[in-house]
């Protein structure tokens, strides 16, 4: 077969089937990198292509939202609107990193810098390098021979230190490796760093992960020469660019990453994440903006932010930049469908590439290219999407990296030229001595010129690379042109070697889809189809009628299924192990994952869901929209489109799981912006933070605790003071009594209690249900919605803080306390009188 036919799509697929993304490549293409059509760019390696998409979403998002300076551990009662987005966003893509790398923060920190570079440096700087004394041998700071330049130059820093560093090749790792483990030295603690790459940025050769572990268990070398604890440092700026990484199976210490090598957008922003074990061990000097939790400008006095992420990110992060990589992930997975995809397509394009121009020969039989690679391409676990070569003429002469680029340019083909700033592998794939390095500076030769060749041998060699928009195309284009610009002809195709590599073992056995976070089915328990019976009212502790005579009792029972939409009034409902059965258990999330409030966005008061037991649903409606359902039991393995996610609710990180794609586009069509509905997860537990004692309480999506009950006469009295301030010039319609309960939003509301009286409650029961006062509920803005219009007045926040003289607090916050063992207690009703077990003062608490 001649060179020709094997440059066709058909031979193509005939050798690879994992190719195209699911077969929607060109209206990719077309859709989203319209821009490089003529170009042929085959440089991914060292900054990948940004859909077009990604610019435009993120553009939209950041001209509709006030997005300003975040404090790093902001209060999540922040009054400033626009800085508490920002903080949120910013914690929110926190997460969304981690689940990338299928870890959580209970694992991990992320650490926001301005690239893998700077990742680098934070770790050098920190890390506790100890010196060799007398009684002690001293830090090492080992790394791989094959390692981008910013490794070795840690080595600058760790010098002057009096720290031994300690080059290793790839082969001295596990060929000087010991049988058996030998795990943490107790009696020795001295600290080691080890660094080395997931995957070559000169060759593609992707290193073992399991390396990690064996490091850290002192069973490779260096480690097992040499007593201490062994840190790792990956450095996966160039492994992630094009396949997954899974932090479960190489739990390495210290990762380093470039978002633009992912994304292409944005630049200048890259992060570390650091393994929460080994986060305590670095140590910083100096202290920045935003990672002090207290210090004295007159006295040396400096004590660190608690946590590793606000006390290593100096001065203010690139928040908008931050905000970007959302939009990066959004566009990555959206388009591909994930990293396996990428690793695949991109790995194909790689692999018939090199089997063609490893066995393309000049019209005389000699080779074209010389290629610099470990194995033959076999599989994308020990391979990446790159590949490294210098073209030889006819006679056997290497043809210089420059004439290369300069024809290339021609052709409008984008490539990489030089060392690629790896020195290490460039002397062993080229064959180029230290000696020989130190000549070629004296001979005018620097990194980064076009000296391409000194005395006939080559100082570099070129490198094309892919991704995940990369097409066959590229690979046909680039093959034709070394074939017209650079072989003698006839072109001749060496068929042996052709045939060898076409036969070479199947390269997607052993492959590993990416480890999903896992999930089970299903919610809270779920309520037993033979309704509960109403429990009797006990008469123990103080009465059930006040002062006055008048009964203590429950009026109104609301839940909020939604976050922040509208309530849905119940005379019966369950009391579930996170309160009254599925309230809060879902909430909205705007474009980049972060929670949306009233607060925000007004209009998610005119949502109304409703939740109906007996259909397992939950309904969404709103007027002038059609009604959608949900199923209060999500199934992620029915429903493909539902995916675990991360987000926060007042501060804390929560676990959700996507609701799919129909109630998000009914969302975004009411709200305006992009939305999706998150619940959730059931294997997710969240404490309550108000909790004066020692019992475990759980929440739901709620911001405080499980319940927020408010007291009718307490509401009159503010709609008295209302109508009493109100200026009749301004023309503002009193609001009823029903409004203002409305606006603030209770599960429970009571009456025949002295207005303000359950401020001083600790404890009261319901039906059989006992409960705790925990504290009083701080009042924001929130509370001037108009739940029936979604428009925004002043009121009651102005009354109530004029009548409680700034103390703006209104309704108490309630725990259950469920007997022994019980998922589901009793059923709360209407109509219940209340006991009060004490009255004591719940001040303490708050």
């Given at each position: 077969?001649?060179?020709?036919?094997?440059?066709?799509?058909?031979?193509?697929?005939?050798?690879?089937?994992?190719?195209?993304?699911?077969?929607?490549?060109?209206?990719?293409?077309?859709?989203?990198?319209?821009?490089?059509?003529?170009?042929?760019y085959l440089d991914h390696a060292a900054a990948t292509l940004y859909p077009e998409s990604l610019v435009r979403d993120y553009c939209l998002?950041?001209?509709?939202?006030?997005?300003?300076?975040?404090?790093?551990?902001?209060?999540?009662?922040?009054?400033?609107?626009?800085?508490?987005?920002?903080?949120?966003?910013?914690?929110?893509?926190?997460?969304?990193?981690?689940?990338?790398?299928?870890?959580?923060?209970?694992?991990?920190?992320?650490?926001?810098?301005?690239?893998?570079?700077?990742?680098?440096?934070?770790?050098?700087?920190?890390?506790?390098?100890?010196?060799?004394?007398?009684?002690?041998?001293?830090?090492?700071?080992?790394?791989?021979?094959?390692?981008?330049?910013?490794?070795?130059?840690?080595?600058?820093?760790?010098?002057?230190?009096?720290?031994?560093?300690?080059?290793?090749?790839?082969?001295?790792?596990?060929?000087?490796?010991?049988?058996?483990?030998?795990?943490?030295?107790?009696?020795?603690?001295?600290?080691?760093?080890?660094?080395?790459?997931?995957?070559?940025?000169?060759?593609?050769?992707?290193?073992?992960?399991?390396?990690?572990?064996?490091?850290?268990?002192?069973?490779?070398?260096?480690?097992?020469?040499?007593?201490?604890?062994?840190?790792?440092?990956?450095?996966?700026?160039?492994?992630?660019?094009?396949?997954?990484?899974?932090?479960?199976?190489?739990?390495?210490?210290?990762?380093?990453?470039?978002?633009?090598?992912?994304?292409?957008?944005?630049?200048?922003?890259?992060?570390?994440?650091?393994?929460?074990?080994?986060?305590?061990?670095?140590?910083?000097?100096?202290?920045?903006?935003?990672?002090?939790?207290?210090?004295?400008?007159?006295?040396?006095?400096?004590?660190?932010?608690?946590?590793?992420?606000?006390?290593?990110?100096?001065?203010?992060?690139?928040?908008?930049?931050?905000?970007?990589?959302?939009?990066?992930?959004?566009?990555?997975?959206?388009?591909?469908?994930?990293?396996?995809?990428?690793?695949?397509?991109?790995?194909?394009?790689?692999?018939?590439?090199?089997?063609?121009?490893?066995?393309?020969?000049?019209?005389?039989?000699?080779?074209?290219?010389?290629?610099?690679?470990?194995?033959?391409?076999?599989?994308?676990?020990?391979?990446?999407?790159?590949?490294?070569?210098?073209?030889?003429?006819?006679?056997?002469?290497?043809?210089?990296?420059?004439?290369?680029?300069?024809?290339?340019?021609?052709?409008?083909?984008?490539?990489?030229?030089?060392?690629?700033?790896?020195?290490?592998?460039?002397?062993?794939?080229?064959?180029?001595?230290?000696?020989?390095?130190?000549?070629?500076?004296?001979?005018?030769?620097?990194?980064?010129?076009?000296?391409?060749?000194?005395?006939?041998?080559?100082?570099?060699?070129?490198?094309?690379?892919?991704?995940?928009?990369?097409?066959?195309?590229?690979?046909?284009?680039?093959?034709?042109?070394?074939?017209?610009?650079?072989?003698?002809?006839?072109?001749?195709?060496?068929?042996?070697?052709?045939?060898?590599?076409?036969?070479?073992?199947?390269?997607?056995?052993?492959?590993?889809?990416?480890?999903p976070m896992r999930i089970t089915n299903g919610y809270l328990h779920k309520v037993d189809e033979e309704k509960p019976k109403k429990a009797?009212?006990?008469?123990?502790?103080?009465?059930?009628?006040?002062?006055?005579?008048?009964?203590?009792?429950?009026?109104?029972?609301?839940?909020?299924?939604?976050?922040?939409?509208?309530?849905?009034?119940?005379?019966?409902?369950?009391?579930?192990?996170?309160?009254?059965?599925?309230?809060?258990?879902?909430?909205?999330?705007?474009?980049?994952?972060?929670?949306?409030?009233?607060?925000?966005?007004?209009?998610?008061?005119?949502?109304?869901?409703?939740?109906?037991?007996?259909?397992?649903?939950?309904?969404?409606?709103?007027?002038?929209?059609?009604?959608?359902?949900?199923?209060?039991?999500?199934?992620?393995?029915?429903?493909?489109?539902?995916?675990?996610?991360?987000?926060?609710?007042?501060?804390?990180?929560?676990?959700?799981?996507?609701?799919?794609?129909?109630?998000?586009?009914?969302?975004?069509?009411?709200?305006?912006?992009?939305?999706?509905?998150?619940?959730?997860?059931?294997?997710?537990?969240?404490?309550?933070?108000?909790?004066?004692?020692?019992?475990?309480?759980?929440?739901?999506?709620?911001?405080?605790?499980?319940?927020?009950?408010?007291?009718?006469?307490?509401?009159?009295?503010?709609?008295?003071?209302?109508?009493?301030?109100?200026?009749?010039?301004?023309?503002?319609?009193?609001?009823?009594?029903?409004?203002?309960?409305?606006?603030?939003?209770?599960?429970?509301?009571?009456?025949?209690?002295?207005?303000?009286?359950?401020?001083?409650?600790?404890?009261?029961?319901?039906?059989?249900?006992?409960?705790?006062?925990?504290?009083?509920?701080?009042?924001?803005?929130?509370?001037?919605?108009?739940?029936?219009?979604?428009?925004?007045?002043?009121?009651?926040?102005?009354?109530?803080?004029?009548?409680?003289?700034?103390?703006?607090?209104?309704?108490?916050?309630?725990?259950?306390?469920?007997?022994?063992?019980?998922?589901?207690?009793?059923?709360?009703?209407?109509?219940?009188?209340?006991?009060?077990?004490?009255?004591?003062?719940?001040?303490?608490?708050?």
């Amino acid at each position: 077969m001649d060179f020709q036919k094997l440059c066709t799509l058909e031979t193509f697929k005939q050798l690879w089937s994992h190719y195209g993304h699911g077969g929607k490549l060109q209206d990719m293409i077309e859709e989203e990198f319209s821009r490089i059509k003529g170009i042929t760019y085959l440089d991914h390696a060292a900054a990948t292509l940004y859909p077009e998409s990604l610019v435009r979403d993120y553009c939209l998002d950041i001209s509709r939202n006030v997005y300003v300076l975040c404090v790093p551990t902001g209060n999540p009662h922040s009054h400033n609107p626009s800085s508490r987005l920002s903080h949120d966003t910013v914690e929110r893509v926190r997460y969304r990193v981690l689940q990338h790398f299928n870890t959580t923060p209970e694992e991990y920190y992320v650490i926001f810098t301005s690239g893998c570079t700077a990742s680098l440096k934070l770790v050098a700087e920190s890390f506790p390098w100890r010196p060799h004394t007398e009684s002690e041998a001293g830090s090492r700071f080992c790394y791989l021979t094959d390692s981008h330049t910013s490794v070795v130059g840690i080595r600058g820093l760790t010098s002057g230190r009096g720290v031994v560093a300690l080059p290793v090749s790839p082969q001295e790792v596990e060929n000087r490796a010991k049988d058996e483990a030998r795990g943490e030295d107790v009696t020795c603690q001295t600290p080691h760093l080890f660094c080395y790459p997931a995957q070559s940025n000169f060759s593609g050769r992707k290193y073992p992960l399991s390396h990690v572990k064996g490091i850290q268990a002192r069973r490779l070398y260096p480690a097992c020469d040499h007593q201490g604890r062994w840190f790792v440092l990956l450095d996966a700026a160039s492994h992630v660019s094009c396949s997954p990484l899974n932090l479960q199976d190489c739990p390495a210490d210290f990762i380093p990453i470039s978002f633009y090598k992912m994304f292409g957008f944005p630049t200048g922003l890259g992060a570390l994440l650091v393994r929460n074990d080994a986060a305590g061990i670095l140590k910083k000097t100096y202290f920045g903006g935003g990672t002090a939790a207290a210090y004295l400008s007159g006295e040396d006095y400096y004590v660190h932010a608690e946590n590793i992420s606000d006390r290593f990110e100096d001065g203010t992060v690139s928040f908008l930049d931050i905000i970007a990589v959302n939009h990066g992930f959004e566009s990555l997975y959206r388009i591909t469908g994930g990293m396996h995809n990428i690793q695949q397509h991109t790995f194909g394009l790689a692999r018939y590439t090199y089997m063609l121009l490893s066995s393309l020969c000049h019209g005389n039989g000699r080779p074209v290219a010389q290629i610099y690679a470990e194995g033959q391409f076999e599989s994308p676990s020990t391979q990446g999407a790159i590949l490294n070569f210098n073209l030889v003429d006819s006679h056997g002469q290497i043809i210089g990296y420059s004439q290369v680029d300069r024809m290339a340019s021609l052709y409008d083909i984008h490539l990489r030229t030089g060392c690629f700033c790896n020195t290490g592998a460039c002397q062993a794939f080229l064959g180029i001595t230290n000696q020989q390095i130190k000549r070629n500076l004296q001979a005018g030769h620097v990194c980064g010129d076009t000296i391409d060749l000194v005395d006939g041998q080559p100082t570099g060699s070129v490198r094309v690379s892919f991704g995940y928009m990369s097409t066959f195309e590229d690979c046909q284009k680039f093959l034709n042109f070394v074939a017209e610009c650079f072989v003698e002809k006839p072109v001749t195709v060496d068929q042996v070697k052709l045939e060898k590599l076409k036969t070479a073992p199947a390269a997607s056995q052993g492959l590993r889809e990416d480890c999903p976070m896992r999930i089970t089915n299903g919610y809270l328990h779920k309520v037993d189809e033979e309704k509960p019976k109403k429990a009797s009212v006990s008469a123990f502790g103080r009465g059930a009628s006040n002062s006055h005579g008048e009964a203590r009792t429950l009026t109104n029972i609301y839940i909020y299924p939604i976050k922040s939409c509208g309530a849905f009034e119940v005379h019966d409902w369950p009391v579930g192990p996170l309160g009254l059965l599925y309230d809060r258990g879902w909430m909205v999330v705007n474009g980049n994952g972060v929670c949306l409030s009233q607060k925000r966005e007004a209009r998610l008061c005119l949502i109304h869901p409703q939740v109906h037991l007996p259909s397992n649903k939950l309904l969404l409606q709103a007027s002038g929209m059609d009604t959608i359902s949900v199923p209060l039991e999500n199934n992620i393995q029915m429903h493909p489109s539902f995916r675990v996610c991360q987000s926060k609710v007042c501060g804390d990180r929560v676990e959700t799981v996507d609701c799919g794609d129909e109630a998000a586009s009914w969302l975004s069509d009411f709200l305006g912006q992009p939305c999706r509905l998150i619940r959730q997860s059931p294997d997710f537990t969240r404490d309550v933070k108000k909790r004066p004692t020692a019992t475990s309480t759980s929440l739901s999506l709620v911001n405080e605790a499980q319940y927020l009950m408010i007291n009718r006469a307490s509401v009159e009295l503010i709609q008295r003071l209302m109508s009493s301030r109100q200026d009749d010039s301004e023309g503002d319609r009193l609001l009823d009594t029903q409004n203002v309960i409305s606006r603030f939003r209770a599960n429970l509301v009571i009456t025949g209690v002295e207005a303000f009286e359950e401020d001083n409650w600790s404890h009261l029961i319901i039906g059989n249900t006992r409960f705790m006062v925990v504290g009083q509920c701080g009042r924001c803005q929130m509370v001037g919605v108009d739940q029936e219009t979604g428009t925004r007045t002043k009121e009651p926040l102005m009354s109530l803080s004029a009548y409680r003289t700034g103390k703006v607090t209104f309704g108490v916050y309630l725990t259950h306390q469920l007997p022994e063992g019980s998922a589901t207690a009793s059923v709360l009703s209407t109509g219940s009188l209340i006991q009060l077990e004490s009255h004591t003062s719940c001040n303490n608490h708050l």
